[in-house]
Every structure is written in C-alpha cells, then in structure tokens.
T-cell receptor, first 114, second 115 residues
C-alpha cells in the first residue's frame, strides 16, 4: 500500500519568514495530494490540494509543488503569521475507486513566533 | 460549523463497556470515513463507506464495529476496548466523483479514553 513520509516533524519560524514542509510517497499510482491544517483542539481542514496533472498550485500565501518523477510534493507558506501556527498534514490518494482513500503523513507542527 | 457533527465529543469508558460513536453529515455527500488519531502517529484510516456499503476495512480489530444505515449517518460501536485504543476518533465525508479526488470534510472528533 501507499506510504507517505513527512518532514520536518516540527518547524519554528519567525513571523514573516517562509516555511516549507516536504512529503514523499511510495505509490506511483497516487494522483491526488491534499494538505490539511489542524489547529489545536480543532478538526483538520483542507487548505490546498494538487492533482497529478499539474506541477504547482498557488493560493495567496500558500503554494504546493509536485514532482511526480521523484514522488515528492511540498507545501510552501510565505510571509508566515502567528495564526499559521498549527499541525499540517500531507496526504496521498490513489483515486481510482470513486472515493478518496487518503494515506496521511505524520504531520508537521509549525510554530510562528511574533 | 454544522457540516459534519460527531457525538459525544468526549467519552471515558472502561474496558468492559459498550458504547457507540455517532457521526452525521449535512453536506449531501455519499462517502463517509472513520479515522483514528493518536499522538505522534499519522491519521489512520479505519473504515470507508461508499453509498452505505463498506468498501475499506484497514485491518481494524473486531472490537470496533462500524454501521452506516444511510449516507448521512455513520456509527462506530465499541466493545471490550484496550487502553491503547484511547485516541481522537474523527469522522469525515466526501462527495464521490471521478478519479476519487473529493475533498474530505472532517467532524470535530470524539476524544476517547479507555480506563
């Protein structure tokens, strides 16, 4: 089955800096890669996703890149703010069954200091 | 938020108890999921229901028994649990679509403690 590795496990940055979180996956058939943000005591929420037919996607301060050859994808957050502090999870899915069976990474705790 | 709700939010049970977790989605989705979230571990998919039919069971012990009476409701029946089953149990739903790339919407979770 699919295996997703995520690094780093914790990341501390100063407000205004950029943050990068990296994930690798094992199954070349995976074609959907979402990123979820989970604030303390709250539910995971989708912040951005990318499908295998594109290499990069941006949404304001957040961007995701995908390298299918190397089987890795990354989350980039620019101009970080204290409210970006949360745990971020990457996931990969083989979307061949009509529903998304996600395999998650272990998560990265991002701490943004004012 | 009322998209996906879960009850109870917190549950403490002994190893010999029987209890049930409930999940309800108001989004018109037709796929529902149970996940287990433990400290320092990735979110672990337990069960998937697609149009009320169970389509995934990720080697979950039989002390966890899911039930999906319709596309809007999902239950997780618990009996004779172990302390290591203590975790946050998250329900999610999604709209099935071509190539299975539907966003999953999570409920707030049930924090389960087994004593």
């Amino acid at each position: 089955g699919e295996n997703v590795e995520q690094h780093p496990s914790t990341l501390s940055v100063q407000e205004g800096d950029s943050a990068v979180i990296k994930c690798t996956y094992s199954d070349s058939a995976s074609n959907y890669f979402p990123w979820y943000k989970q604030e303390l005591g709250k539910r995971p929420q989708l912040i951005i996703d990318i499908r295998s037919n594109v290499g990069e996607k941006k949404d304001q301060r957040i961007a995701v890149t995908l390298n299918k050859t190397a089987k890795h994808f990354s989350l980039h957050i620019t101009e970080t703010q204290p409210e970006d502090s949360a745990v971020y999870f990457c996931a990969a899915s083989i979307g061949d069954s009509g529903y998304s069976t996600l395999t998650f990474g272990k998560g990265t705790m991002l701490l943004v200091s004012p | 938020e009322t998209g996906v709700t879960q009850t109870p939010r917190h549950l403490v049970m002994g190893m010999t108890n029987k209890k049930s977790l409930k999940c309800e989605q108001h989004l018109g989705h037709n796929a529902m999921y149970w996940y287990k979230q433990s400290a320092k571990k990735p979110l672990e998919l337990m069960f998937v229901y697609n149009f009320k039919e169970q389509t995934e069971n990720n080697s979950v012990p039989s002390r966890f028994s899911p039930e999906c009476p319709n596309s809007s409701h999902l239950f997780l029946h618990l009996h004779t649990l172990q302390p290591e089953d203590s975790a946050l149990y998250l329900c999610a739903s999604s709209q099935t679509q071509d190539r299975g790339t539907g966003e999953q919407y999570f409920g707030p979770g049930t924090r389960l403690t087994v004593t």
